[in-house]
């Protein structure tokens, strides 16, 4: 067994404490809202989120990053008279946070709970920086946006809310697997057939954004998608340098084509970044002009190199906190640039309800603004959070891969008042665990919920399903091609980021596992997978 430098789950004392320090009820500042602005265009995939305090890789149900190679062992095996009753801890105080459905008594330490996130910008990000000839800071690899960088064939629910599948499969180190928890959102209505949309642009305007792929690439996309719109949409433009001004008032598209073409052709670059004065008038402006009825939200266009004015993002989030929660207006960041600030976008989204990408050339400008324009518009869960409860009898140890700025306290799961995740149709959300089943194990492993609110009438919902040990027996690279991508993904990710996930192949290996992926599946997104992993084994060297 390789060493054990992570946390041992099991300290109850502070994950209660720490659940109760991270309460955040909607009324006081949002510390805890989780959004959207964090890097770039490329729409939101597979949704996932952090679990709080027993995912094994923390006991605290805290934010701490990954503090260890290996997943963090289990608990002992209880005895039977400390086992704590279903609903139970172990001194009596009552808990009621296990997803419905969970076939044994679950200990807090055995339970992973996270905000569903559908952000992809960190992969976007590293694709472009590998291809510019540079390794990405591992700082700005989040695995769980590679994981959901791809489109899963998950069943879809109808209407509103979650489907919920799991597998998995042994994962080539003696003893190790991979559980993977799929949730998917229904399919997006024909155009004809959504809510009208009320759109404010937030546009960056500053001086860095006059390199090549900034500024020209979002007036491209603004046009190619002013001409998709429905004539019953709106859209605003707000841009920013050293100041924000509101360049175009709310406008409605038929009848306004023209003008809004004019106010997207006049846009160009100018001094200094004011994020926090644009993000501020973008808000002013779309709480003016939104409309009942329709979906209102604001998109942020920008590279994040904030360098005027207020640079926090904690602090940026805290002036508009009252639109996002009277208003429900939601925030679409988009990120540009080759020289980009993911630490500032990736607060934003954590921060705020929506969620982010990144675009660096015209064809994914288009995906995100065109093709996909309806699931980052449209939303079909609130405030959703995913809890996996583990069955101690069966499983030794485990740990969420990614995820580390999503965890959300376990006692929180059901507490609607605790920022989960927005998710809009059609997207898919991925979470990937390294678990140890105790020897001999067999039966039930584990069981996987999501909790959402409706996102018109705020009614919570939870759906759940189970996974037993002898789904667990195939090898990853003879299981099914969609939990073979997530392997890949969440090895080249835990690569970058220099980390050491059992059974973790060579870069080379890696890339041609890939390869193999790619010619099965036919898939493009897949074949630029694998390159930009042989692109990194090259600049490794």
């Excluded at 290996?70 to 608990?75: D, G, N």
């Excluded at 808990?95 to 992973?112: E, F, W």
């Excluded at 399903?465 to 392997?487: C, F, K, M, P, Y």
């Excluded at 890339?511 to 074949?527: G, H, M, N, P």
Aim: with cysteine; hydrophobic share 35%.
């Amino acid at each position: 067994m390789r060493p054990d430098s992570e946390h041992r789950a099991g300290d109850r004392d502070r994950t209660r404490a720490s659940a109760r320090a991270r309460r955040r009820p909607r009324a006081r500042t949002r510390a805890r809202a989780v959004g959207l602005l964090a890097a770039a265009l490329v729409g939101g995939l597979l949704v996932t989120g952090c679990g709080g305090g027993s995912d094994g890789s923390s006991a605290d149900g805290g934010k701490a990053r990954r503090t260890g190679p290996l997943p963090a062992p289990a608990p002992a095996r209880p005895s039977a008279p400390s086992t704590p009753a279903p609903g139970t801890e172990a001194d009596g105080e009552q808990r009621d946070i296990a997803p419905t459905g969970t076939p044994s008594p679950t200990p807090a330490d055995y339970l992973s709970t996270f905000a569903l996130d559908v952000d992809t910008a960190s992969y976007g990000y590293a694709r472009r920086t590998l291809a510019d000839g540079r390794l990405p800071d591992p700082k700005t690899v989040r695995p769980e946006e590679f994981i959901n960088s791809f489109r899963q064939d998950y069943p879809r629910p109808e209407g509103n809310g979650f489907s919920v599948t799991a597998d998995g499969a042994r994962a080539g180190e003696e003893g190790w697997s991979f559980l993977r928890v799929g949730l998917a959102t229904g399919p997006a209505a024909p155009a004809s057939e959504r809510p009208p949309a009320a759109l404010t642009f937030v546009i960056d305007v500053s001086g860095s954004m006059s390199e090549t792929g900034r500024l020209d690439l979002v007036k491209q996309s603004l046009g190619v998608m002013t001409d998709q719109l429905r004539p019953d949409d709106s859209l605003a433009l707000v841009t920013f340098s050293d100041t924000a001004e509101t360049v175009l008032p709310m406008t409605r598209v038929g009848g306004g084509r023209g003008r809004v073409h004019d106010a997207i052709d006049s846009l160009e670059p100018l001094s200094s970044t004011n994020l926090d004065a644009g993000v501020r008038t973008g808000y002013d402006t779309a709480v003016e002009g939104a409309r009942p009825g329709a979906t209102n939200r604001v998109v942020l266009l920008s590279d994040a190199l904030a360098n005027t004015g207020e640079t926090d993002a904690d602090a940026i989030l805290d002036r508009i906190s009252d639109a996002r929660r009277e208003h429900g207006i939601t925030l679409f960041g988009v990120g540009v640039g080759s020289e980009y600030g993911d630490a500032l976008m990736e607060r934003l989204a954590d921060k705020g309800d929506g969620h982010t990408t990144y675009v660096s050339t015209p064809e994914e400008a288009r995906k995100v603004f065109c093709d996909e324009l309806p699931q980052n518009i449209e939303l079909r869960a609130r405030e959703a959070k995913a809890q996996v409860a583990f069955d101690p009898q069966t499983v030794q140890r485990f740990r969420l891969i990614g995820y580390d700025d999503r965890r959300v306290a376990d006692d929180d799961y059901r507490d609607d008042s605790v920022d989960g995740g927005e998710v809009g149709p059609g997207h898919t959300v991925t979470a990937l665990y390294a678990i140890r089943l105790r020897p001999g194990a067999s039966g039930h492993v584990a069981t996987a919920g999501v909790r959402w609110l409706d996102p018109d009438t705020r009614a919570p919902h939870e759906e759940t399903t189970q996974i037993e040990a002898s789904a667990l027996d195939t090898d990853v690279w003879r299981s099914n091609h969609g939990l073979q991508l997530t392997a890949t993904a969440a090895y080249f990710a835990d690569a970058l980021r220099q980390g050491a996930l059992p059974g973790a192949p060579t870069l080379p290996q890696l890339a041609s596992r890939a390869d193999k992926l790619a010619r099965a599946t036919e898939d493009k997104d897949v074949r630029q997978l694998a390159e930009a992993i042989r692109r990194a084994d090259e600049l490794r060297i």
